[in-house]
């Protein structure tokens, strides 16, 4: 979640962009820079650490220009230093970004051939560089950037500045948001509605695949099909910055399309996706100490904390025991010293959990804590803390929270089996390269949303569902039904898909619908066969699965939702979204209170 600010004015507005970086301190960031146009050159100051030190270098040299860009950084390729740093330039361009291009290290091999030189570590700077290339070759900007679109896979915001054109920015978003400000003679971009307080209440936000072209008295949209477009603008309200919905219904539908940015900028702080490895020094685990865990959460936390338990187990080869908090202190488990306590709190305040914290240490135990708030109960009476870096989670059902808590626990599980050699160097390799195409996969999986909402609309009229699935599906259904429940009020449950025969196949019958979360991986043909057993009863199943599930499916489902084939390590997220949208859609057609749903709480801070 870095942070964007781009400024066409009039006058000088290096203090601009200044100002409106601060307001984007909120969402983390290591180092942070600036870029203008002096004299037609682009200029540029970087530097480490907190925008104070990027003050005083500009105080130090000052930039003048009525036209620039700005960002706050949070690492993901190539470390935390002023060479790495926002904007990267070249002769031609000067960008910022927010997101992660998959695709960076095959487009860099691919312009170093040609002997291109390049003077950071990151995936940002190979798109400057491709832009800068067709600009050489005889493209204006605006064609430079349009070709580039082209060739980046991944999730990303992006804002460009060219040599030369003191009257022209433009903007991509592609899963990242970014909004469009309009003041009398001079625009803005940023990231959104917060940054562009201090200058307008005019926003437009970008649409996911859109790109504009904004000069100083105008602004030019086109879709991802480069077809010019219309967008809405819409007057903020300045009191609500810092909760404010954008263009979206609900904080949990926004809350829902944040999540390829977040889950990158959790992943990143956990993982070097440059060299495709775990970073070493970040959990601060001795696992050499470690033999077994014992894992408590409640809710939603405790479904993410389900599914960290087969992949901690399955890949660093630790036995995990894993209780709900209300029960975990009262059964006396019997701990011994070379157990980490794992606690997930996406509040670091639940009080069963916090209880269940104190029992383990009472016991001796070392503590770790997954948690979204740092300075919250959990995290300042923990050993070790583990970030979530959701950014503020105003919806009382969680969705971006619940998928950061699994990447930090799949990111947990690699350090744990890196550390105790049970993975290679090479399967190290291939799987931060999986996670490090989350993005990608779960900006797919929100294009289903319109085939969602159709499917929602026929659930408004059922007063119970079932969910099943098998491995990390299992735990996945239980997390879809509470969501069902949570916001639309529908009965649900979910099961794992092989206990179906022994006691819910009696609810089956035309009236019940059946969702089977069920990715065509080992556990495929198990899961049809329970597929079966629903349509042999005349259950209406929904049926999310991939193309080739889809394809091998050989029963009758009343909707499939098709997603992209994903690696099975990362499924889990993946088939978070549809579930959550899922819930979603059903909670607008029946008109729930869907950010504050009735008797629920963000925070449960009593027993």
């Not at 609500?240 to 944040?258: D, L, P, S, T």
């Not at 959701?390 to 009382?396: K, L, M, N, Q, R």
């Not at 390799?429 to 999986?434: I, K, S």
């Not at 065509?520 to 699965?545: C, W």
Request: charged content about 20%.
């Amino acid at each position: 979640m870095c942070g964007i600010i781009g400024i066409i004015s009039k006058q000088p507005i290096s203090s601009m962009v200044l100002e409106a970086l601060k307001l984007l301190e909120y969402r983390g960031y290591d180092s942070a820079g600036i870029a203008t146009l002096v004299d037609g050159d682009i200029e540029r100051r970087r530097a480490e650490g907190k925008l104070v030190n990027l003050e005083k270098r500009v105080n130090a040299e000052p930039l003048s220009g009525t036209i620039g860009i700005g960002h706050t950084r949070w690492a993901t390729h190539g470390a935390p230093t002023e060479r790495n740093a926002h904007p990267h330039a070249t002769e031609q361009v000067a960008i910022v970004h927010n997101g992660i291009i998959e695709n960076f290290a095959e487009l860099r091999a691919e312009l170093e051939a040609e002997g291109i030189k390049f003077q950071s570590d990151t995936d940002t700077e190979t798109v400057a560089q491709l832009v800068s290339r067709n600009i050489r070759t005889g493209d204006a900007p605006i064609e430079a950037v349009r070709k580039v679109f082209d060739r980046l896979r991944g999730a990303f915001a992006l804002a460009f500045l060219f040599k030369g054109e003191d009257d022209l920015l433009i903007a991509a978003r592609r899963g990242s948001p970014l909004a469009i400000g309009y003041g009398e003679g001079e625009m803005f971009l940023g990231s959104d509605a917060i940054a562009l307080a201090p200058f307008t209440d005019k926003i437009t936000y970008l649409e996911d695949g859109d790109w504009a072209v904004l000069t100083r008295d105008s602004v030019t949209f086109y879709d991802e099909n480069n077809a010019q477009v219309s967008r809405i603008v819409q007057q903020s309200a300045g009191a609500a910055y810092v909760v404010n919905k954008g263009n979206y219904k609900h904080f949990m539908e926004k809350e829902i399309y944040e999540q390829p940015e977040v889950i990158s900028r959790t992943l990143a702080h956990y993982l070097d996706f440059a060299s495709s490895s775990v970073r070493e020094d970040v959990t601060n685990i001795d696992w050499s100490q470690i033999n077994r865990l014992a894992i408590s959460a409640c809710g939603t936390a405790y479904y993410a904390a389900t599914i960290g338990k087969y992949w901690l187990e399955r890949y660093a080869r630790l036995p995990v025991e894993i209780d709900i908090a209300s029960e975990f202190r009262y059964r006396e488990m019997p701990l011994s010293k070379d157990t980490l306590a794992l606690f997930v709190s996406q509040s670091g305040e639940t009080a069963d959990t916090l209880a269940s914290l104190r029992y383990c240490r009472a016991q001796g135990l070392p503590i770790a804590a997954v948690v979204n708030v740092r300075e919250s109960t959990i995290a300042r009476e923990a050993d070790i803390v583990l970030p979530t870096l959701a950014g503020p989670e105003i919806g009382v059902a969680s969705t971006k929270a619940f998928t950061c808590q699994l990447s930090v626990l799949a990111a947990l599980a690699l350090s744990a089996a890196k550390a105790k050699g049970t993975i290679t160097p090479q399967k190290e390799q291939q799987l931060v390269q999986e996670l490090a195409s989350l993005s990608g996969y779960i900006n797919q999986a929100l294009k289903l949303a319109p085939k969602v909402e159709a499917i929602c609309r026929d659930l408004v009229n059922v007063k119970h569902a079932l969910y099943l699935g098998r491995g990390t599906s299992f735990p996945l259904a239980m997390e879809g039904a509470l969501k069902l429940k949570e916001i639309s009020y529908i009965h649900a449950e979910g099961y794992a898909a092989g206990e179906l025969k022994h006691g819910p196949i009696a609810l089956i019958d035309e009236t019940m619908p059946v969702i089977v979360i069920a990715p065509y991986d080992r556990l495929y043909e198990k899961t049809v066969s329970n597929m079966q057993e629903v349509a042999a009863r005349g259950g209406r199943i929904i049926l999310i699965t991939d193309a080739e599930g889809a394809k091998h499916a050989n029963v009758h489902a009343v909707a499939t939702l098709t997603m992209p084939e994903v690696p099975e390590f990362i499924s889990p997220l993946v088939y978070a979204l549809p579930i959550q949208m899922l819930a979603y859609y059903t909670a607008v057609f029946m008109g729930t209170d869907i950010d504050q749903p009735r008797n629920l709480a963000k925070s449960v801070t009593v027993e």
